[in-house]
């Protein structure tokens, strides 16, 4: 088998991007959640005397409200 290589310009990727890669990217993108997260508090200290311990703070079922990722542009590195 041998390997080819094509080179393709700035209107060609923006093409192929737009076409073939952004449409899906968003879509995915759309659906993101935040993760859960579990997040420990240490004690709380005044004076020497313990205010408060073993706060445990759960975050879940997050949401990204107003979320709604938009293509706006591709670019290619000079490396290719």
């Known amino acids: 088998m041998q390997a080819i290589t094509i ?23 759309s659906g993101l959640t935040p993760p859960d997260r ?3 508090v240490p004690e709380f200290f005044y004076d ?3 205010e408060a ?3 445990i703070i759960n975050l879940t079922q997050g949401k ?3 979320f709604s990722p938009q293509f706006q542009s ?7």
């Open 38 to 40: 579990t997040i420990s």
């Open 48 to 50: 020497s005397v313990i």
């Open 64 to 66: 990204l409200l107003d």
């Open 7 to 29: 080179a393709i310009g700035k209107t060609g990727v923006d093409f192929f991007a737009r076409e073939l890669v952004i449409k899906e990217l968003v879509k995915i993108l």
């Open 53 to 55: 311990t073993n706060i």
């Open 74 to 80: 591709i670019s290619q590195q000079s490396n290719g």
